[in-house]
């Protein structure tokens, strides 16, 4: 003959799985769904009020941050403009004065030398 088995004891009433409440047979180690329902449990009013303080304080940091890396992002984009203006003016000087030396050689190669004695 079977003997039924007995259900398993209700560890703590107030903490609640999905599955419903967490028994003494079940895991924390083992099971992460157990695991959140009993830090769930532990966590008191308070501890929730304090949380959500620390939350919101960490939200306005982030913000700050972000706020401060755009800056940082902006500036050394408007420095890469500035480079790129600059750099593009070297350029076009360049390529003029470039020209100016190709014109002057070639007035200087259709000259003819003259004979020395």
């Not at 959140?36 to 620390?54: H, I, Q, R």
């Not at 939200?59 to 902006?74: A, I, P, Q, S, T």
């Not at 003016?89 to 100016?100: G, H, N």
């Amino acid at each position: 003959m079977q003997v039924p088995s007995a259900m398993p004891e209700v560890w703590r009433p107030y903490f609640l799985s999905p599955n419903g409440p967490v028994m003494v047979t079940d895991s924390v180690m083992l099971n992460g769904v157990i695991a959140t329902a009993v830090a769930a449990g532990l966590c008191t009013p308070e501890d929730g009020k304090s949380a959500a303080k620390e939350s919101k304080k960490k939200v306005g940091e982030f913000k700050e941050e972000k706020k401060r890396l755009k800056m940082l992002v902006d500036s050394y984009a408007d420095d890469l403009v500035t480079r790129s203006t600059e750099q593009s003016k070297t350029t076009v000087e360049l390529q003029k004065q470039y020209e100016k030396l190709i014109v002057e050689v070639k007035e200087l190669a259709s000259r003819s030398i003259p004979k020395q004695m």
